[in-house]
């Protein structure tokens, strides 16, 4: 059984701006070598450390700056990229981080009344913050919105994202998804997003091919195979993600999506680490887990009835009657 680690301080994924050079990094023990790819540049070879990174400094790429990683005949987004230039496969795009938002959460649990899955007919974040109103005078305390993480195309339900940490370019841009989140608390409404830590989608998923290590060759879930959650590096990953949703795109929680796929004995590790990443940048944050196995223990709360971990668990036995 691995141990329960903290986040690391500083992030592993993702290009690391620093003055005038950013750092890129890429994640692929299994790779002999790696090229960095700047759009409108010659490729510039990457050095790969023990612990299975491959990191390039440049100068001059800061934000804005378009790029790929390239092995052989094979070029790839960044999978930790913060933004895509289009769809999935295309170019990932070198953005600042986001300031971060409050430290505590709009609404407390007890008077959620949650809707979930607000949408518009155009498809936007833009378009949803117009009509914000709407669900605060229909006595809505909270939204609930599926996952918004890149995925191929522009429709989709977001189960099948591919770059988790990049919002839906169909669905606008960084700064709209953030000003979405900023008008919801204007209006007093709490924002609660669903991620997807158990599987990618297949299309448009390039890790199986540069980075095996992320996947379990024994264990599969219903859309494919299993995330090598005993891959401490894996595990950071996901922590990593989890802290950015709360903080730079201040969201008052998560919806963790079927946990109960987590296929590893270290479902138990990368759950706490999860929640103590969470918690490290929103204490108040509002964890809800999808569990068929109702698991209470993962709600124990503290002498304070406060949520040790997660908050609540969403009721799939009363999802699967009501469908």
Same mark, same amino acid.
């Given at each position: 059984? #691995?141990?329960?680690?903290?986040?690391?301080?500083?992030p592993?994924?993702?290009p690391?701006?620093?003055?005038?050079?950013? +750092?890129?990094?890429?994640?692929?023990?299994?790779?002999?070598? *790696?090229?960095?790819?700047?759009?409108?540049?010659?490729? &510039?070879?990457?050095?790969?450390?023990? @612990?299975?990174?491959?990191? /390039?400094?440049?100068?001059?790429?800061?934000?804005?700056t378009?790029?790929?990683?390239?092995?052989?005949?094979?070029?790839?987004?960044?999978?930790?990229?913060?933004?895509?230039?289009?769809?999935?496969?295309?170019?990932?795009?070198?953005r *600042?981080?986001?300031?971060?938002?409050?430290?505590?959460?709009?609404?407390?649990?007890?008077?959620?009344?949650?809707?979930?899955?607000?949408?518009?007919?155009?498809?936007?974040?833009?378009?949803?913050?117009?009509?914000?109103?709407?669900?605060? @005078?229909a006595?809505?305390?909270?939204?609930?919105?599926?996952? /918004?993480?890149?995925?191929?195309? @522009?429709?989709?339900?977001?189960?099948?994202? +591919?770059?988790?940490?990049?919002?839906?370019?169909?669905?606008g841009?960084?700064?709209?998804?953030?000003?979405?989140?900023?008008?919801?608390?204007?209006?007093g409404?709490?924002m609660?997003?669903?991620? /997807?830590?158990?599987h990618?989608?297949?299309?448009? #998923?390039?890790?199986?091919?540069?980075a095996?290590?992320?996947?379990?060759?024994?264990? +599969?879930?219903?859309?494919?195979?299993?995330?090598?959650?005993?891959?401490?590096?894996?595990?950071?990953?996901?922590?990593?993600?989890?802290?950015?949703?709360?903080?730079?795109?201040?969201?008052?929680?998560?919806?963790?999506?079927?946990?109960?796929?987590?296929?590893?004995?270290?479902?138990?590790?990368v759950?706490?680490?999860?929640?103590?990443?969470?918690?490290a940048?929103?204490?108040?944050?509002?964890?809800?887990?999808?569990?068929?196995?109702?698991?209470?223990?993962?709600?124990?709360?503290d002498?304070?009835?406060?949520?040790? &971990?997660?908050?609540?668990?969403? #009721? @799939?036995?009363?999802?699967? /009657?009501?469908?």
């Open positions: 059984m #691995n141990q329960i680690t903290p986040l690391m301080a500083s592993r994924f993702g690391l701006i620093a003055g005038n050079t950013t +750092t890129f990094r890429l994640w692929a023990p299994s790779l002999p070598s *790696a090229d960095l790819i700047i759009d409108g540049r010659p490729a &510039q070879a990457m050095r790969k450390a023990a @612990d299975g990174f491959f990191t /390039v400094d440049v100068e001059d790429a800061g934000p804005g378009r790029y790929m990683f390239r092995s052989g005949e094979l070029s790839f987004p960044d999978i930790a990229s913060r933004q895509q230039a289009q769809d999935a496969d295309d170019w990932s795009v070198v *600042a981080p986001l300031a971060p938002g409050r430290s505590t959460t709009v609404r407390p649990w007890h008077e959620a009344v949650i809707c979930v899955g607000a949408a518009t007919p155009e498809g936007t974040f833009a378009a949803l913050s117009e009509k914000l109103e709407h669900f605060r @005078d006595g809505f305390t909270c939204l609930e919105i599926m996952p /918004v993480n890149e995925f191929p195309g @522009d429709r989709n339900w977001g189960y099948d994202g +591919t770059l988790i940490f990049a919002p839906e370019h169909a669905y841009s960084p700064e709209d998804l953030r000003a979405l989140v900023d008008r919801a608390h204007e209006l409404l709490s609660v997003l669903d991620v /997807v830590y158990n990618f989608g297949e299309a448009h #998923n390039f890790l199986p091919r540069y095996p290590e992320w996947f379990r060759k024994d264990e +599969t879930t219903p859309w494919g195979p299993a995330i090598n959650f005993d891959e401490p590096m894996v595990r950071q990953f996901y922590c990593e993600n989890t802290a950015m949703w709360l903080s730079e795109y201040d969201f008052d929680g998560l919806r963790f999506d079927s946990v109960h796929e987590v296929k590893t004995g270290s479902r138990d590790v759950l706490t680490e999860i929640a103590r990443a969470a918690k940048v929103k204490p108040d944050c509002q964890l809800i887990i999808e569990n068929v196995r109702n698991s209470f223990r993962w709600l124990e709360r002498g304070n009835n406060k949520p040790i &971990q997660y908050l609540a668990q969403w #009721n @799939d036995d009363m999802h699967h /009657v009501l469908a």
